[in-house]
């Protein structure tokens, strides 16, 4: 089913940001879980009432005679215990728990959108680095061509050049199989049917190491919805002692007796009273409700502790990640590769001027190092940025 606004064959080029606002409008499970808020509001504004009262009405007729009694009644269930507070508390912290939820699947989804965002725009820097290397393949082979021409190199080495260019070309179509498959894990969390053209614009920035390491896991939805999921459970706790006191109930009833009184004969006599019963708490204590309800505390407890341990865990290994990625960009941006380009670009131009010692095996030995180097800080980049959202998301920001 596509999500509302979302036509078939829909087709849209879209930045990073832009889809993540696309999904986090689009996604069908976020709409559903959304939903869960509402069910929530629904108990809660059921929460907290006192039962219906009861209309009772009572006939006793005389099968001998003309004799019989009626009686009315009205009773009101009610509360010995703050049950009707405790019941409006717990409900209003399971709304709390429902929405913390519905954020952290809303983060999940960003995250995910944003993983599979860098990988993309990564693939398409990896397709432009093959493309240039085609292209620059291409000219060596016409090159080479030239100079056998002349008779100053041999017609092997331009087809070792066109073979290079041709297995570069292999690269191309197996990079686009991997765009493929990112843009249909993409479509489903933007929403968007399974016959839509996609297409991410942009490039990966540069490496920003964040100023702070500081982790303010309060920040977490998952750890805000493990905390509300505590303060439920604690409100629970007092509800299931309270409850172990049923309601009572008091009332108003009114009579008619009519009987036999000789030798008047039928008489009618009227009475109005008041009921009003206690159920006393011999048999049910509600001892079990309410050791579960303890142990339901301390199990949530326990999570939001796994929840923190989880996310300085994953926040610290997340910025190691990072630091390491930075380093491996800056040696490979600012040294190596320099380097190897100078050291390609001498190799390529004594190739071209048939200069002696000059041989094509250098030539393709020194570019191949310089594509392993841009390709590794190509990695590096992307390295660095899949550690960053997982960053972001681990300090919640």
Do not use: C
């Amino acid at each position: 089913m596509l999500a509302a606004g979302v036509p078939a064959g829909w087709a849209e080029t879209l930045t990073l940001d832009a889809a993540v606002s696309r999904a986090l409008n689009h996604n069908p499970e976020i709409a559903a879980a959304r939903f869960a808020v509402e069910e929530a509001r629904g108990r809660l504004l059921q929460s907290g009432r006192l039962t219906n009262p009861e209309l009772e009405s009572e006939l006793k007729p005389n099968v001998r005679g003309r004799e019989f009694s009626f009686g009315v009644g009205f009773m009101q269930r009610f509360p010995l215990t703050g049950r009707l507070r405790l019941e409006k508390l717990v409900s209003r912290a399971e709304v709390s728990a429902a929405e913390a939820e519905v954020r952290a699947a809303e983060w999940r989804l960003v995250m995910s959108v944003r993983q599979t965002g860098v990988k993309l725009l990564s693939l398409e820097q990896s397709r432009a680095l093959k493309a240039r290397q085609i292209a620059n393949s291409t000219e060596l082979a016409k090159s080479a061509a030239e100079l056998a021409k002349r008779a100053e190199g041999s017609e092997a080495e331009a087809a070792q050049f066109e073979l290079e260019a041709q297995q570069l070309s292999l690269d191309v179509l197996q990079i686009d199989s991997d765009k493929a498959s990112l843009t249909g894990e993409l479509r489903p969390l933007l929403g968007v049917a399974g016959d839509g053209e996609l297409e991410l614009t942009g490039t990966l920035p540069e490496v920003a190491l964040p100023k702070s390491a500081v982790v303010d896991v309060a920040q977490r939805a998952d750890y805000q919805a493990a905390q509300a999921h505590v303060e439920a459970a604690r409100q629970g706790v007092d509800l299931a002692k309270a409850n172990k006191w049923a309601d009572a109930s008091a009332g108003i009833a009114a009579e008619v007796d009519r009987s036999e009184d000789a030798p008047d004969g039928l008489g009618t006599d009227g009475f109005i009273g008041f009921k009003f019963s206690i159920p006393l708490p011999w048999w049910n204590k509600n001892e079990g409700k309410i050791k579960e309800a303890e142990a339901t505390v301390q199990r949530t407890q326990k999570e939001a502790e796994v929840v923190a341990l989880k996310v300085r865990t994953e926040a610290s290994a997340a910025l190691s990640e990072m630091k390491a990625a930075a380093r491996i960009l800056s040696q490979t941006t600012d040294t190596l590769l320099p380097k190897a380009k100078e050291i390609e670009e001498k190799l390529n131009g004594f190739y071209k001027q048939a200069q002696p010692g000059a041989q094509l095996s250098d030539v393709l030995r020194a570019r191949e190092k310089r594509l392993a180097l841009e390709q590794a800080r190509l990695d590096a980049l992307r390295s660095y940025h899949l550690a960053r959202i997982r960053y972001a998301a681990a300090t919640g920001r």
